[in-house]
């Protein structure tokens, strides 16, 4: 678990519109449907007062078990696939493009794609391409040699012993900072090697790294013995982590330390050779996450013998880049972290894993073709009608809070007067045109696009914030909200049916892409949103008064949701989870005003349709979006790591804090549904 991105607030775990254009072919399968809004998904044998989401979305729960080769399977599932089937068909037709122009984004999207698919050669080559590096690593001879061949590692994108990136100053996110933080572990969290509820994963980790260790080469006794030693230092490295509740406080994993500071502090550590060989060897500060953790890691480099070091390093090449060598080692890294971790049953098509790992390492490349071809200039104009809409409608929430002062108010608009979006792609798409992509070196290309990325981050330590870049490429069917730029992001991806549907009524549409805006803006508010400024920056701009009674209405969502149990005896975590629920029912709650707004403006809208009253379809449309199906191994790991309560919560958690959800079902004291008024919170 690297610490990053901890800053970026997501809608999902993972136009277009109507508008978007039909494709002619991607590859000789079949275009899944556009999943759109349905009354067909609804099990109308269920009262919505006793189990709203099962009410809304019964029957597709039933007609959609998890496909063999997913962990989950959702209505953001459903459009991710569809929208993968379009990337098949952009990546097959710059593959068979060899009149392109070498390093324009269609020749290097195909050539990327051609290495990928090439089973033949990546079998051939085996272990040949991590070759170099694990002879660097055997040589090692001491600790700066280790230090200077980790940070060469790093450079390349290869994670170990901690984590490191590139991101805008907290205190001032105006320029950007070198940040550290803790990391070097290949499970999914540090409570899988501290906890007896993952025992069993644990062994079955041992066993991989045996297992993949032996097909690299090493003898059986000596991969056990040198397994259980990559177990044993990872979980020194996980007692000294932070916990991901822990890790959500923005101030206390905010610790700014000069260059001088961090070399006396952990003086095991060879920081001057670390950081020159990252090309830091001036950085005047760093911003170190958990400084507790490299007193942690100072400690196990003076008491742990090299050799250990070394076995720690082998392994951690070897895992990162097992899914881009042979069939059998790729094979082999899904049997553990697909089947074991998540519960999948087999792997993705081959062109599909291809997809993602180029959406991954060149995605501003492939999301441009994307782009091209599926995303009309008219898609981003309705977007951002829709998104002015319920800016106004929140606007006017702040405006006439009733438990915030108007000092703290004041300050509160106007950090909502310097909020941004950004809709649809960037207007300006990343130049790959340096990076070396070959058609039969996948290894390579994988390592050559992250070796690009980590340098293009780190040469502007220092240096003005480019507010124009994405963290997600436009493809993606998800969303964020940005604090230290005060910013909401919706890729193309995600402006699609289910979530955007201009051929559906407002109700629909408010209910899904609506709730999704509000969600992102709610974001710049939460728990931890709420601590930075207008300018992006940590800052404490509350009165004493009001922060108090901002957290005796979240203790409200975090005791809701910590009483949700998704498997018997394992409840969602009510504080890790904090910020997204918060956000989701200010997002209900924003959506729904802008709803009656447009309803108000256009009288003829407010209908019944299906049986159905506007009130209710948007309720029906929200609990939609949320439908999902899932493994049980996911769903464990999920509640572990991840900050989103399970879809079913999520539908229903929001809503048992809205008494026009009740009114608008006629939900009464007694039923399931129902949530007494003085346990409901009302924040945003």
């Known amino acids: 678990m690297d610490v990053s991105n901890l800053l970026k607030f997501t809608i999902a775990l993972s136009g277009c519109l109507s508008l978007f254009v039909e494709p002619g072919g991607g590859g000789a399968e079949k275009i899944p449907p556009v999943p759109r809004f349905s009354i067909g998904y609804m099990d109308r044998s269920v009262k919505p007062g006793d189990d709203f989401y099962h009410f809304v979305a019964g029957s597709w729960i039933k007609k959609n078990p998890v496909p063999a080769d997913k962990s989950r399977w959702s209505s953001f599932s459903e459009l991710s696939e569809r929208n993968f089937y379009l990337l098949h068909g952009i990546l097959d037709e710059a593959q068979a493009d060899q009149a392109a122009a070498e390093r ?55 994670s170990g012993v901690f984590g490191s990136e590139v991101e805008p100053d907290a205190r001032d996110s105006a320029i950007y900072a070198f940040r550290l933080g803790q990391g070097g572990l290949s499970l999914p969290d540090r409570d899988y090697y501290l906890k007896d509820s993952f025992a069993s994963q644990r062994e079955a980790f041992r066993k991989h790294v045996t297992k993949m260790l ?16 990559v177990l044993s230092l990872e979980t020194d490295l996980a007692r000294a ?4 509740v822990e890790l959500r406080d923005p101030i206390k994993n905010y610790n700014k330390r000069t260059r001088e500071e961090i070399i006396a502090a952990d003086r095991a550590i060879p920081w001057n050779l670390y950081l020159g060989e990252r090309g830091l060897g001036q950085l005047p500060y760093a911003v170190v996450g958990q400084p507790e953790f490299f007193t942690a890691v100072n400690k196990l480099v003076a008491e742990r013998p090299l050799d250990d070091w070394k076995v720690y390093l082998r392994w951690h090449v070897l895992t990162s880049t097992a899914p881009y060598l042979s069939e059998a080692a790729e094979d082999e890294d899904f049997a553990f972290f697909g089947k074991v971790l998540t519960g999948q049953e087999k792997q993705e098509p081959r062109w599909k894993r291809s997809a993602r790992v180029i959406d991954h390492s060149i995605g501003e490349a492939l999301g441009k073709l994307y782009v091209e071809k599926y995303f009309p200039p008219e898609s981003r104009a309705r977007m951002n009608e829709l998104v002015n809409n319920l800016r106004a ?6 405006k006439t809070l009733d438990w915030m002062s108007e000092e703290t108010k004041a300050r509160a608009l106007d950090k909502f007067a310097r909020f941004t979006q950004k809709i649809g792609y960037p207007e300006k798409f990343r130049d790959y045109s340096s990076v070396d992509i070959r058609p039969d070196d996948y290894v390579g290309n994988v390592r050559r696009s992250r070796a690009f990325e980590v340098h293009r981050q780190t040469v502007r330590v220092g240096k003005p914030v480019d507010k124009s870049e994405w963290e997600m490429t436009p493809p993606t069917v998800n969303a964020y909200f940005n604090p230290l730029q005060n910013e909401i992001v919706f890729p193309a991806g995600i402006l699609q049916p289910p979530f955007f549907d201009p051929t559906a009524d407002d109700p629909v549409n408010y209910g899904a892409i609506g709730a999704v805006i509000g969600h992102e803006i709610t974001h710049g508010y939460d728990d931890e949103g709420r601590h930075y400024d207008a300018d992006g920056n940590l800052n404490d701009w509350w009165t004493a008064r009001d922060a108090r009674e901002f957290d005796e209405r979240a203790q409200k969502v975090v005791a809701e949701y910590a009483a949700f149990e998704p498997l018997p005896g394992l409840h969602v975590n009510g504080k890790l989870t904090l910020g997204e629920n918060i956000a989701d029912l200010g997002g209900v709650s924003i959506a729904y005003d802008a709803m009656e707004r447009a309803l108000a403006k256009d009288p003829s809208k407010r209908r019944e349709i299906d049986g159905f009253t506007p009130e209710q379809r948007f309720f029906i449309s929200f609990g939609q979006i949320w439908r999902n199906n899932i493994r049980e191994a996911e769903q464990r790991r999920l509640i572990t790591v991840d900050p989103h309560s399970p879809g079913q919560f999520r539908a229903i958690g929001p809503l048992m804090n809205f008494q026009q959800f009740f009114d608008a079902f006629g939900i009464k004291e007694g039923q399931k549904m129902w949530r007494a008024p003085g346990l409901r919170a009302k924040i945003w």
């Open 104 to 158: 324009t984004p269609r020749r290097q999207v195909g050539d990327f794609f051609r290495s990928a698919m090439d089973v033949d050669r990546r079998n051939e080559l085996a272990f040949k391409p991590i070759a170099g590096d694990l002879e660097r690593i055997e040589k090692l001879q001491s600790t700066d040699e280790l230090f200077t061949l980790l940070a060469d590692l790093h450079n390349q994108g290869v």
């Open 214 to 229: 032996t097909m690299l080469g090493e003898k059986p006794e000596a991969a056990a013995q040198h397994a259980a030693t």
């Open 241 to 244: 982590s932070r916990s991901r």
């Open 393 to 398: 409608v929140f606007e006017e929430h702040l």
